[in-house]
């Protein structure tokens, strides 16, 4: 069974079951039903990571809800992709999903997914969700250089990385290369979250003089997160696991390098196995193939027919798009609206 798991993000998994039960949704029902229940029935889980949902179930929909934001995410930025960041293939249920090598898309998809669970953990500790945690308060009342104070609700970012990592982490358990990489990017994804905290800050004083100032880290919108991460993406590093005969475990190095053993940086996505272009379909690598895709007849980027079609060329479907308009508010009170139409055309990849 674990082998099925191996190369699906697990806790996308989870998503799938809560969506499939859709009576385990709020944190009431799963007080309800019961931790040690709902935490049995999510499959894919290693019994670390049931230990760990069994302690804490209020964070347990945080963690689903911060990989189905990582998901999400993932399919907005790739929207013009060929691959397009569908990791389960729809229709097939809870177990459909689809195998990503490890690929530089398995990097971002990882990285992601992990930076949703830490951006979600955090903001739930910040809107009181969770009872082991809350705002850090560790600067809270100093001053900083230019003479603004720390106050509000500070962002505890660090809990919120250590909380991810425990559970997103306790599933890479092989120890094998492809481990290694999850655990890397897993590791970007949530320094990520950390990189682009925000600070906001508000003024006080007579009539918003601005004379005091106080100033709380904050997290983004997800998306600048989604952003921050497509750029790691693009300069995605190849790796090679390296076995030295004096260390005892085996780490990643970078895989085209003069020196000797050189190690990724931290911050950056990595992989194991080229992409494959993703034109036809072919579930053992993860690719889904275009056939279907609608595309941009006009645009040169990678949602324009040429590209995204893979030279297969494209159909065109007419059709007449309809929709309400000169819409105006007669006192009092109903609006009356035209209907608009237009002649429109759509293409979809052969
Ligand atoms: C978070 O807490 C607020 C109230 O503090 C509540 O309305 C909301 O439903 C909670 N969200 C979740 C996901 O539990
Ligand atoms: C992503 O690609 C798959 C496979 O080509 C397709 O079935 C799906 O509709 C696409 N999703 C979006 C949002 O375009
Ligand atoms: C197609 O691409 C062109 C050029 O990039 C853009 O102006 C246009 O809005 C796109 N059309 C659609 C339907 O996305």
């Known amino acids: 069974m674990t082998r099925i798991y191996r190369y699906v993000i ?58 189905r934001t990582g998901i999400r995410e993932c399919q907005h930025q790739f929207r013009h992709h060929r691959w397009n960041c569908s990791l389960m293939a729809a229709g097939s249920g809870v177990f459909g999903h689809v195998v990503l090598i490890g690929s530089r898309e398995a990097a971002y998809a990882y990285a992601v997914a992990s ?3 830490t951006y979600s953990v955090t903001a739930s500790c910040a809107r009181g969700n969770i009872s082991t945690c809350g705002c850090d308060d560790r600067k809270r009342g100093r001053y900083s250089a230019s003479g603004w104070k720390w106050g509000g609700c ?34 970007a994804g949530r320094r990520a979250v950390k990189k682009t905290l925000k600070t906001e ?51 990643l190095r970078l895989r085209r390098t003069k020196r000797r053993a050189r190690r990724p940086r931290k911050s950056h996505l990595v992989y194991l196995e080229k992409s494959p272009n993703y034109c036809d379909m072919n579930l053992a690598t993860g690719s889904l193939g275009t056939v279907g895709r609608r595309c941009n007849r006009t645009s040169r980027g990678g949602d324009g027919c040429d590209l995204l079609c893979c030279g297969r060329g494209y159909n065109t479907h007419q059709y007449t798009r309809k929709w309400q308009c000169n819409c105006k508010f007669y006192w009092c009170c109903y609006v009356h609206c035209h209907t608009c139409q237009e002649e429109t055309e759509e293409y979809t990849c052969k």
Request: charged share 20%; glycine share 6%; aromatic share 6%.
């Open 10 to 67: 697990p806790y996308v998994i989870i998503l799938a079951t809560l969506n499939s039960h859709t009576h385990i949704r709020a944190v009431s029902s799963v007080v309800a039903l019961g931790a040690n229940l709902l935490c049995s029935r999510v499959p894919g889980l290693t019994a670390r990571q049931r230990r760990i949902c069994t302690k804490a179930p209020d964070a347990i929909v945080s963690i689903s809800e911060g990989s």
């Open 115 to 117: 930076a949703g669970v």
């Open 154 to 187: 500070s962002a505890d970012i660090n809990f919120g990385i250590k909380f991810a990592r425990k559970f997103v982490d306790a599933r890479e358990v092989e120890g094998d290369a492809r481990a290694l990489m999850n655990l890397h990017n897993n590791n």
């Open 201 to 251: 800050c508000k003024c006080h004083g007579v009539s918003g003089s601005c004379t005091m100032k106080t100033c709380w880290k904050t997290l983004p919108p997800f998306t600048n997160i989604g952003r921050h991460l497509l750029k790691k993406y693009n300069k995605a590093k190849p790796v090679i696991v390296h076995r030295s005969r004096r260390r005892s475990s085996p780490y």
